[in-house]
T-cell receptor
Framework: GNSVTQMEGPVTLSEEAFLTINCTYT??????LFWYVQYPGEGLQLLLKATKADDKGSNKGFEATYRKETTSFHLEKGSVQVSDSAVYFCALIPMFSGGYNKLIFGAGTRLAVHP | DAGVTQSPTHLIKTRGQQVTLRCSPK?????VSWYQQALGQGPQFIFQ???????QRGNFPDRFSGHQFPNYSSELNVNALLLGDSALYLC??????????????FGPGTRLTVL
């Protein structure tokens, strides 16, 4: 079946440190891949997406590259800020979803950035 | 644009009771999906409504039911509540275009506690 595995948190970093959150997936063919962010007390927000192999999604300094050969979609940021503290979710929509765009999420990774 | 709104924000019920959660989609959206997010886990897809009909369902029992109204707003009903139903319930709206991926916008959620 389809599934997403993320590195366990919490991830604790100092401001301006480099961030990597690992995400791997299991799915048939070429699913669409996403990173969502959840700030305290808020709903999920789409951070970035990639819909085909080798695509790079980017937004607000965050990047992730769709790697079909390693079935991975790792999230990176060169210099984190305190305001990036949140829970990050990797997710996919299966390739043959019939347009129903049902999201399948990983368990989430909590990021805490300290000044 | 108010975005996706949900009510109530918090709810406390006892085992065996029934609960109704409400969601208003983002303006212009016609599709509503519901997700359950247990503490420390990623959201799990419950079902999706389009044109007032349930068109896809996740692995949830029949105690979970829903409805979509002509104005595209939606309700999630849970009967015979169990302790394990305690979670954050998220509503997401999107537009059912012909493309294979349509971005979902999430509301802030309803926190349900079952005692």
């Amino acid at each position: 079946g389809n599934s997403v595995t993320q590195m366990e948190g919490p991830v604790t970093l100092s401001e301006e440190a480099f961030l990597t959150i690992n995400c791997t997936y299991t799915a048939t063919g070429y699913p669409s891949l996403f990173w969502y962010v959840q700030y305290p007390g808020e709903g999920l927000q789409l951070l970035l997406k990639a819909t085909k192999a080798d695509d790079k999604g980017s937004n607000k300094g965050f990047e992730a590259t769709y790697r079909k050969e390693t079935t991975s979609f790792h999230l990176e940021k060169g210099s984190v800020q305190v305001s990036d503290s949140a829970v990050y979710f990797c997710a996919l929509i299966p390739m043959f979803s019939g347009g129903y765009n049902k999201l399948i999420f990983g368990a989430g990774t909590r990021l805490a950035v300290h000044p | 644009d108010a975005g996706v709104t949900q009510s109530p924000t918090h709810l406390i019920k006892t085992r065996g009771q029934q609960v109704t959660l409400r969601c208003s989609p983002k303006s212009g959206h016609d599709t509503v999906s519901w997700y359950q997010q247990a503490l420390g886990q990623g959201p799990q897809f419950i079902f999706q409504y389009y044109e007032e009909e349930e068109r896809q369902r996740g692995n949830f029992p029949d105690r979970f039911s829903g409805h979509q109204f002509p104005n595209y707003s939606s309700e999630l009903n849970v009967n015979a509540l169990l302790l394990g139903d305690s979670a954050l319930y998220l509503c997401a709206s999107s537009l059912a275009l012909a493309s294979s991926y349509n971005e979902q916008f999430f509301g802030p959620g309803t926190r349900l506690t079952v005692l």
